[in-house]
């Protein structure tokens, strides 16, 4: 039960949950990889379901004036992602419905989102580069996967999406993706703020030296 006043912490629509405070959605009982915009515009349009959001409150809310973004180009990738996340056609909507020229409305049936947190604003990306962080995996393991590049970090997410565990391990065996234990140290060396990841340098273990593309929201203990 919610205490009063506290905004919930799950909604429900369809076979999807949300819980807002991990930022993070299921399918299922199963997790989805969504990046931090995408999730954000979800947790925006499950405020007011039913109602319009324009996208000048998209851009107030999530990109505020000191933010230097392409905020139309943003916006649109991360619905974009939001709709695959989902299984959503933007022809025959079931959840995400596009108002052209005006903005974007949710229109599943939406359980126990009453009232939903606003998004807070997340430190200055560039203010990060030269730290040092510690790696952390989501799951359980004892370790976490690392991309070599830019490429194997997107076509990986391609793979997680589609719960390709073979096309996982292939990346791998290929050496494209390292496997690097828990709380090791990297120097992070690029941000991008339109990104969910950044370039770090490993700085310990077998890998001492390599560079990779790591999860922002698998980096902890920045100092």
Known sequence: M??????????????????????????????????????QVLTVLLERPG?????????????????????????NTAIKKLR????????????????????????GKVEQAARISTPTKAPTATSKVGRVAKLCSESQLSFTLVSVDEETATEREKLDAANDDVGLSLLIASQRLLMVPNGTQ????????????????ILDGEHYGKTAVVPLKQLAEVS
């Not at 996340?85 to 995400?96: E, I, S």
């Not at 990297?186 to 340098?201: A, G, K, M, N, W």
């Open 51 to 75: 109602e319009v959001v324009t996208r000048e409150e998209f851009e107030k809310r999530l990109w505020p004036g000191d933010t230097f973004v392409d905020f139309e180009h943003s916006l």
């Open 2 to 39: 919610s205490t009063p006043g506290c905004p919930p912490l799950l909604a429900r629509f369809d076979v999807f949950e949300v819980d807002f405070r991990a930022g993070e959605l299921y399918r299922a009982g199963r997790k989805i990889k969504l990046q931090v915009q995408p999730f």
């Open 186 to 201: 990297v120097r992070i060396l690029e941000v991008d703020s339109t990104q969910p990841h950044c370039r770090v340098r």
């Open 84 to 107: 695959q996340a989902l299984g959503d056609d933007k022809k025959k909507p079931r959840f995400v419905e596009t108002l052209p020229k005006r903005g974007y409305r949710f229109i």
